[in-house]
């Protein structure tokens, strides 16, 4: 990769957050490092307190980086005008609720200098895009948590960005609402903006995410594309199967190297997917039904435990 | 520079939030009750009753126009940073001197709005007791305004580092004084000590001279007032505005939003 | 209703009645009674009040006035002049513009001598502030003649009133009657024909006139007193009747003068209280009126205030 041409460079960042009263700062962000590629969706995965909304805000100037540099489409964070190329949905968003959806979108345009001409037919689409047609008249007070979320998205975007940071889109939503929400980062992706994600929900990640860094207590612990993540190791699968007879189980753990768990007659077993077939045949041929075969793939889940563990014991 | 599409966009809508305020109108109400209140203390004199009438009407006017100008002016910053709204807001091609000037001129706009109210009250209780209207009390008016707008910015620049309540008590200790510095310099220099009248003529120059914004008495008695009165306040209170609206732009683009 | 609900209305009720009752009670029980009611208006000094007004001098002036007004409207009580100087001390001292409370302060700052200096000290603040205003110069001018004899001072102070906006017609007379004790009749005289030569209200002018017949019957009057004592040194007695000057054995004058220029029916009349030698026209010498019980308290108040000035 050619870190010249990252969209998002962070190099060693630190940030010390001073309480209000007390000398003693509290370091949050130990020199994190990572770059973001064009047109990725960039996943910054990390446990709750981790430090990802930190650095997010340190790339928005919301806060200054007490070390460390970060650029972003190569200009200084510091600074304002490139801002015009950079989209941001923060955690749990709050907009002006007196306000209808076409209002907020409006006013943010007028912010990002979307041409006065240009501005009224923009948020038309971006509520259309985003799904918010219907209840553009509305003022935001009677929005959902979900439709809120997808304000915040438009907002993020009226002036064309090229680049889009989100910080948790997806928490406290239902499923509906989340599965929204990926489309329209998929979305995001297919018109070739580089999307930034911060997240704590790793089944979104790896439905997502070309690359992850993950980010345990400040300190950036894995970094690097997603599949290289989830290919480590022989690819397994998980069986449902009901009506078993009773000596089965036993006949599987040993032919085939099953990991077992029976409730009765119902056994949900793993093995490696070489054997799927021969286990499929046994089970019918001694008059079993199979529930479900699904595939299993090293999760992002173990590596993330993995990295969490690391870190406490050192 | 400042981009007035940008600082239009933020002032307007914080008229349009500041305006929802019920507080405000609670203080409104209050400052029209007062005016009504000095129709029935005026007719405790048997002279000069349409003057108290105008002297009551008018310091309900300061009054409840400094608290206004102090509540909205401390609740600035603070409920935009609580709500998190800032965010976004600055994470737009905004810089923050364009969002703080924003807030202020849409809470300079608001408190006018409230003052004209107010004069529009003056007015009525005015015709009401047949007490005289003049070009003093336009005069003494315009400068009230100007007063307001100095509270703001104090109230901007300590609410762009303190708390609202701190600022406002800050806020409301400014005003005090400001009213004060004059007659301090002068006690200061009737004292021995060269030392204490110093500080009487610096505090006098420090802080602002709000006493040269107030001619209440000048427009119920009919005075005489010179353009001078009028203009010479109002460029010193601009003057005095922009340098505190700077110093609250140094602070708060240094300052952390977390 | 459900069990037990009954029972809460009552304690509810019992509290709110148990509540109230001490409400009012203790409410009745408060010295509400008007500090000036009870004697102890206090009144912080103008100096300090006006350094923390705030700008809200006007209105806190404004609030001392209708004190004073509460001080004085109570017939029940006689009213002390000493608060009602220090009360009007701190209306015009935070608006000095107002124009009432200084004639207020004048009518009641009347019962001492130490009251009417203060009464004339405000009265010059007036003076000062609103120099247009011939009513405070009016107030200032009569307190000196009245109560202090000055009457060269009042004349100084009431003739800056004489052309001021509204200043009524008879000042100028009275200027005149008072400036003719320290510098003559003549002065006075040409005082007052100067200005009738200048005045263009023919109703101004006619007053000027009669008191200048005033003036020319006080002349006369002094030729008479002139006469009469020759008439004592002569006969060794004084005259019984006016007309003994120009009638009997060897009289001093001729003929008398007619008792006024235009009205020959008047005749001369010796004042029984005074002894004076006065025109039946006006009854009384040409000299600003006074009733003895006023000079006599005059005389006592500047009695005492030497006294003390002589003791310290
Ligand atoms: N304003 C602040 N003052 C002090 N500590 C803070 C502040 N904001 C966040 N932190 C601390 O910084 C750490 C990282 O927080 P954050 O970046 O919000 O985590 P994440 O977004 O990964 O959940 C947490 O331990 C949090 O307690
Ligand atoms: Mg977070």
């Given at each position: 990769?050619?870190?010249?041409?990252?969209?998002?460079?962070?190099?060693?960042?630190?940030?010390?957050?001073?309480?209000?009263?007390?000398?003693?700062?509290?370091?949050?962000?130990?020199?994190?490092?990572?770059?973001?590629?064009?047109?990725?969706?960039?996943?910054?995965?990390?446990?709750?307190?981790?430090?990802?909304?930190?650095?997010?805000?340190?790339?928005?100037?919301?806060?200054?980086?007490?070390?460390?540099?970060?650029?972003?489409?190569?200009?200084?964070?510091?600074?304002?005008?490139?801002r015009?190329?950079?989209?941001?949905?923060?955690?749990?968003?709050?907009?002006?609720?007196?306000?209808?959806?076409?209002?907020i979108?409006?006013?943010?345009?007028?912010?990002?200098?979307?041409?006065?001409?240009?501005?009224?037919?923009?948020?038309?689409?971006?509520?259309?895009?985003?799904?918010?047609?219907?209840?553009?008249?509305?003022?935001?007070?009677?929005?959902?948590?979900?439709?809120?979320?997808?304000?915040?998205?438009?907002?993020?975007?009226?002036?064309?960005?090229?680049?889009v940071?989100?910080?948790?889109?997806?928490?406290?939503?239902?499923?509906?609402?989340?599965?929204?929400?990926?489309?329209?980062?998929?979305?995001?992706?297919?018109?070739?903006?580089?999307?930034?994600?911060?997240?704590?929900?790793?089944?979104?990640?790896?439905m997502?995410?070309?690359?992850?860094?993950?980010?345990?207590?400040?300190?950036?612990?894995?970094?690097?594309?997603?599949?290289?993540?989830?290919?480590?190791?022989?690819?397994?699968?998980?069986?449902?199967?009901?009506?078993?007879?009773?000596?089965?189980?036993?006949?599987?753990?040993?032919?085939?190297?099953?990991?077992?768990?029976?409730?009765?007659?119902r056994?949900?077993?793993r093995?490696?997917?070489?054997?799927?077939?021969?286990?499929?045949?046994?089970?019918?041929?001694?008059?079993g039904?199979?529930?479900s075969?699904?595939?299993?793939?090293?999760?992002?889940?173990?590596?993330?435990?993995?990295?969490?563990?690391?870190?406490?014991?050192? | 520079?400042?981009?007035?599409?940008?600082?239009?966009?933020?002032?307007?809508?914080?008229?349009?939030?500041?305006?929802?305020?019920?507080?405000?109108?609670?203080?409104?109400?209050?400052?029209?009750?007062?005016?009504?209140?000095?129709?029935?203390?005026?007719?405790?004199?048997?002279?000069?009753?349409?003057?108290?009438?105008?002297?009551?009407?008018?310091?309900?006017?300061?009054?409840?126009?400094?608290?206004?100008?102090?509540?909205?002016?401390?609740?600035?910053?603070?409920?935009?940073?609580?709500?998190?709204?800032?965010?976004?807001?600055?994470?737009?091609?905004?810089?923050?001197?364009?969002?703080?000037?924003?807030?202020?001129?849409?809470?300079?706009?608001?408190?006018?709005?409230?003052?004209?109210?107010?004069?529009?009250?003056?007015?009525?209780?005015?015709?009401?007791?047949?007490?005289?209207?003049?070009?003093?009390?336009?005069?003494?008016?315009?400068?009230?305004?100007?007063e307001?707008?100095?509270?703001?910015?104090?109230?901007?620049?300590?609410?762009?580092?303190?708390?609202?309540?701190?600022?406002?008590?800050?806020t409301?200790?400014?005003?005090?004084?400001?009213?004060?510095?004059?007659?301090?310099?002068?006690?200061?220099?009737r004292?021995?000590?060269?030392?204490?009248?110093?500080?009487?003529?610096?505090?006098?120059?420090?802080?602002?001279?709000?006493?040269?914004?107030?001619?209440?008495?000048?427009?119920?008695?009919?005075?005489p007032?010179?353009?001078?009165?009028?203009?010479?306040?109002?460029?010193?209170?601009?003057?005095?505005?922009?340098?505190?609206?700077?110093?609250?732009?140094?602070?708060?683009?240094?300052?952390?939003?977390? | 209703?459900?069990?037990?609900?009954?029972?809460?209305?009552?304690?509810?009720?019992?509290?709110?009645?148990?509540?109230?009752?001490?409400?009012?009670?203790?409410?009745?029980?408060?010295?509400?009674?008007?500090?000036?009611?009870?004697?102890?208006?206090?009144?912080?000094?103008?100096?300090?009040?006006?350094?923390?007004?705030f700008?809200f001098?006007?209105?806190?002036?404004?609030?001392?006035?209708?004190?004073?007004?509460?001080?004085?409207?109570?017939?029940?009580?006689?009213?002390?002049?000493?608060?009602?100087?220090?009360?009007?001390?701190?209306?015009?001292?935070?608006?000095?513009?107002?124009?009432?409370?200084?004639?207020?302060?004048?009518?009641?700052?009347?019962?001492?001598?130490?009251?009417?200096?203060?009464?004339?000290?405000?009265?010059?603040?007036?003076?000062?502030?609103?120099?247009?205003?011939?009513?405070?110069?009016?107030?200032?001018?009569?307190?000196?003649?009245?109560?202090?004899?000055?009457?060269?001072?009042?004349?100084?102070?009431?003739?800056?009133?004489?052309?001021?906006?509204?200043?009524?017609?008879?000042l100028?007379?009275?200027?005149?009657?008072?400036?003719?004790?320290?510098?003559?009749?003549?002065?006075?005289?040409?005082?007052?024909?100067s200005?009738?030569?200048?005045?263009?209200?023919?109703?101004?002018?006619?007053?000027?006139?009669?008191?200048?017949?005033?003036?020319?019957?006080?002349?006369?009057?002094?030729?008479?007193?002139?006469?009469?004592?020759?008439?004592?040194?002569?006969?060794?007695?004084?005259?019984?009747?006016?007309?003994?000057?120009?009638?009997?054995?060897?009289?001093?004058?001729?003929?008398?003068?007619?008792?006024?220029?235009?009205?020959?029916?008047?005749?001369?009349?010796?004042?029984?209280?005074?002894?004076?030698?006065?025109?039946?026209?006006?009854?009384?010498?040409?000299?600003?009126?006074?009733?003895?019980?006023?000079?006599?308290?005059?005389?006592?108040?500047?009695?005492?205030?030497?006294?003390?000035?002589?003791?310290s």
């Open positions: 990769m050619d870190a010249a041409d990252a969209i998002v460079r962070v190099e060693n960042v630190v940030k010390d957050f001073r309480p209000s009263f007390g000398l003693r700062s509290r370091r949050v962000l130990h020199g994190i490092s990572f770059d973001v590629q064009d047109g990725e969706i960039f996943g910054f995965v990390g446990p709750n307190g981790a430090g990802k909304t930190t650095t997010l805000k340190v790339l928005m100037g919301l806060i200054r980086a007490s070390q460390g540099h970060a650029t972003i489409l190569g200009c200084d964070v510091r600074e304002t005008a490139f015009q190329h950079v989209g941001f949905l923060p955690e749990n968003p709050y907009f002006y609720d007196y306000l209808t959806g076409r209002e979108l409006s006013f943010y345009a007028k912010l990002s200098g979307v041409a006065s001409r240009a501005r009224e037919g923009r948020v038309s689409e971006l509520l259309d895009w985003v799904g918010l047609s219907a209840a553009a008249d509305a003022r935001l007070r009677t929005y959902s948590k979900g439709m809120l979320q997808r304000v915040g998205i438009a907002q993020a975007l009226v002036h064309e960005p090229k680049v940071f989100l910080d948790e889109p997806m928490s406290g939503l239902d499923p509906i609402g989340r599965k929204e929400i990926r489309d329209l980062i998929l979305r995001l992706r297919d018109e070739g903006k580089t999307v930034f994600m911060c997240t704590h929900i790793l089944p979104d990640v790896e997502l995410c070309d690359r992850v860094a993950i980010i345990v207590e400040g300190r950036v612990r894995h970094a690097g594309a997603t599949d290289a993540f989830l290919g480590e190791g022989e690819p397994e699968a998980d069986l449902v199967l009901a009506a078993v007879p009773a000596d089965l189980p036993a006949q599987l753990e040993e032919l085939y190297a099953a990991s077992l768990r029976g409730h009765g007659d056994l949900e077993l093995v490696r997917e070489k054997f799927v077939q021969d286990v499929l045949q046994a089970t019918l041929g001694a008059g039904h199979v529930v075969v699904t595939p299993h793939r090293t999760s992002l889940e173990s590596i993330f435990l993995h990295a969490v563990e690391e870190s406490s014991r050192c | 520079m400042l981009s007035a599409i940008r600082v239009a966009a933020i002032a307007s809508n914080t008229v349009r939030e500041a305006v929802r305020s019920r507080v405000l109108y609670v203080l409104l109400f209050f400052a029209v009750t007062l005016m009504l209140f000095g129709i029935v203390l005026s007719s405790l004199s048997y002279v000069e009753s349409e003057r108290i009438l105008q002297d009551v009407a008018m310091a309900a006017m300061r009054v409840f126009g400094v608290a206004i100008a102090i509540f909205v002016g401390v609740n600035l910053i603070h409920k935009e940073v609580d709500r998190r709204t800032v965010y976004t807001i600055l994470s737009k091609p905004l810089t923050r001197a364009e969002f703080l000037f924003g807030k202020f001129a849409g809470l300079v706009l608001t408190i006018w709005l409230q003052l004209a109210i107010m004069v529009a009250c003056f007015m009525g209780v005015s015709a009401l007791t047949g007490a005289e209207v003049g070009a003093g009390h336009a005069a003494a008016f315009v400068l009230l305004g100007g307001l707008a100095l509270i703001v910015a104090v109230a901007t620049l300590f609410s762009s580092f303190s708390t609202p309540l701190l600022s406002s008590f800050f409301a200790g400014v005003w005090l004084a400001g009213h004060l510095t004059r007659d301090l310099r002068d006690v200061g220099l004292s021995n000590s060269e030392w204490v009248g110093e500080a009487g003529v610096w505090l006098h120059r420090m802080l602002p001279d709000l006493q040269s914004f107030n001619l209440t008495i000048e427009a119920v008695h009919g005075l007032v010179t353009a001078a009165d009028v203009w010479l306040p109002l460029v010193y209170g601009a003057a005095y505005t922009t340098l505190l609206l700077l110093a609250a732009t140094l602070i708060f683009d240094r300052r952390d939003f977390r | 209703m459900k069990p037990g609900s009954a029972n809460r209305v009552v304690v509810r009720g019992a509290l709110l009645a148990l509540a109230l009752a001490i409400t009012i009670g203790a409410f009745g029980a408060l010295d509400a009674t008007p500090k000036i009611d009870r004697g102890e208006i206090f009144v912080p000094p103008a100096e300090q009040l006006r350094f923390a007004s700008g001098d006007a209105v806190l002036s404004d609030y001392y006035w209708l004190m004073a007004l509460q001080l004085v409207g109570d017939a029940s009580k006689p009213v002390e002049g000493g608060s009602v100087a220090k009360l009007i001390d701190v209306v015009t001292a935070l608006d000095p513009w107002v124009g009432h409370p200084y004639r207020f302060a004048a009518v009641w700052l009347t019962d001492s001598l130490e009251n009417v200096h203060a009464a004339n000290r405000l009265l010059a603040r007036g003076v000062a502030y609103s120099p247009l205003d011939w009513r405070n110069r009016h107030y200032l001018g009569f307190n000196h003649f009245f109560y202090m004899g000055e009457n060269a001072k009042a004349a100084g102070i009431l003739e800056g009133a004489l052309h001021l906006p509204g200043a009524p017609r008879y100028a007379p009275l200027v005149a009657k008072l400036r003719t004790e320290r510098e003559g009749l003549e002065t006075a005289r040409g005082f007052l024909a200005l009738v030569e200048t005045s263009a209200d023919p109703r101004t002018r006619a007053e000027y006139l009669k008191a200048l017949d005033e003036i020319d019957t006080e002349r006369r009057a002094r030729l008479l007193d002139q006469a009469r004592s020759i008439y004592k040194k002569r006969h060794g007695r004084d005259i019984e009747r006016v007309e003994d000057l120009s009638t009997g054995q060897r009289p001093v004058l001729r003929k008398l003068p007619p008792a006024h220029p235009h009205f020959s029916s008047f005749a001369w009349e010796i004042d029984p209280e005074t002894g004076d030698i006065v025109s039946g026209f006006y009854g009384a010498r040409y000299r600003p009126y006074e009733h003895i019980r006023d000079k006599e308290r005059r005389q006592r108040w500047l009695g005492d205030a030497a006294h003390v000035s002589r003791e």
